[in-house]
């Protein structure tokens, strides 16, 4: 069992930079692929990117290419989430997520473990 817990949200003006970061209990974090995704109101939940375990092979949703950054510390059993540029379409929950199997995947529901999520609102 995984638990993963958000921190670093809240409101920044149009053009600002936040960083999340989600905190991993366990032993084995390590071994999972970690990624963040985001939900705005009315909307489906989206991939925002995703890393894997050791952290060399990283992959990012269209929409925040060359904005976002995600790294990880595996000492420290956290990820991270650099966001620059932030534009108010980026207003949304951001939640981490960690996945048991190998690979680095896009899709929400291969995804095993949740956080409970961090808003994230960029005022325009």
């Known amino acids: 069992q995984v638990q993963l817990v958000e921190s670093g949200g809240g409101l920044v003006q149009a053009g600002g930079s936040l960083r999340l970061s989600c905190a991993a209990s366990g032993r084995t974090f390590s071994r999972y692929t970690m990624g963040w995704f985001r939900q705005a109101p009315g909307k489906e939940r989206e991939f925002v990117a995703a890393v894997s375990a050791i952290g060399g092979n990283k992959y990012y949703g269209d929409s925040v290419k060359g904005r976002f950054t995600i790294s990880r510390d595996n000492l420290k059993n956290t990820v991270y989430l650099q966001m620059d540029s932030l534009k108010p379409e980026d207003t949304a929950v951001y939640y981490c997520?960690?996945?048991?199997?190998?690979?680095?995947?896009?899709?929400?529901?291969?995804?095993?473990?949740w956080g409970p999520g961090s808003q994230v609102t960029v005022s325009s």
């Open positions: 997520a960690a996945r048991v199997q190998f690979g680095i995947m896009s899709d929400y529901a291969r995804y095993d473990y």
